[in-house]
């Protein structure tokens, strides 16, 4: 008997080299299109970082210059401020100052004014040798200074008077010698201030003395405006 042997094959998945190395160089394409794409991706940033690092330079060297001049004419205009601040204070008025001697009445009475009738230097036109009164012609800081000289055995009293208030007062005498005394005082006086020196004591009671040697005096000078 005779026997019949068949076969079965069963089919299974080949795989070709030529497949697989196609798929890797595929694989490999696209890897290097997209590192190229990386790199360009990068020399770009770098484009742009650079140019934004450029342009910010400029910027603050712009900058630095626009400061630079800023300063030159802010440096310019607080000058010329200081300069037309010292002109005017320069314009405003002449040196204010006085000096006048020889006492008119050497027994003044109480509340009389003292009346120095001989003018030293008046700078500003302040003081009056008619009156004894000095009118200041600008507001400010003042020095007024008073030298008296007292019969020997006498007494003088005297007040130096700011716009009606004494601000300072003096009482002087020797029981034998002529003396000659000086007193000063800083006042504030407003623009049209009068200031002069009274006496404080009846007439019967004091005697200033003066000769060529020993010659009363009232004088001023501004120091500063206000």
Request: glycine residues 6%; proline residues 2%.
């Amino acid at each position: 008997m005779l026997g019949v042997q068949s076969s079965f094959l069963v089919s299974e998945p080949v795989c070709s080299k030529f497949a697989y190395e196609e798929q890797m160089l595929e694989k490999m394409v696209r890897s290097e299109w997209k590192m190229e794409r990386l790199v360009d991706d990068i020399d770009n940033f770098k484009s742009e970082w650079k140019n934004m690092n450029k342009d910010v330079d400029t910027k603050i060297e712009a900058m630095s210059t626009q400061l630079n001049d800023l300063n030159d004419r802010m440096t310019t205009i607080a000058k010329k401020m200081e300069e037309t601040k010292m002109e005017e204070i320069d314009q405003r008025a002449p040196t204010v100052a006085f000096s006048a001697g020889n006492l008119k009445d050497l027994s003044p009475s109480t509340g009389q004014t003292l009346i120095f009738d001989v003018i030293d230097y008046n700078e500003g036109n302040g003081y009056n040798a008619a009156t004894g009164v000095f009118t200041a012609p600008e507001s400010g800081w003042y020095l007024f200074l008073a030298h008296v000289c007292i019969h020997g055995g006498r007494y003088i009293a005297y007040t130096i008077v700011n716009d009606g208030t004494d601000v300072l007062r003096s009482f002087q005498g020797d029981n034998k010698y002529n003396i000659c005394t000086s007193v000063s005082v800083v006042t504030k006086v407003r623009s049209g201030g009068e200031v002069k020196i009274q006496s404080t004591i009846p007439s019967s009671l004091s005697n200033y003395y003066q000769d060529s040697y020993l010659r009363q005096t009232f004088s001023g000078i501004l120091l500063s405006y206000v």
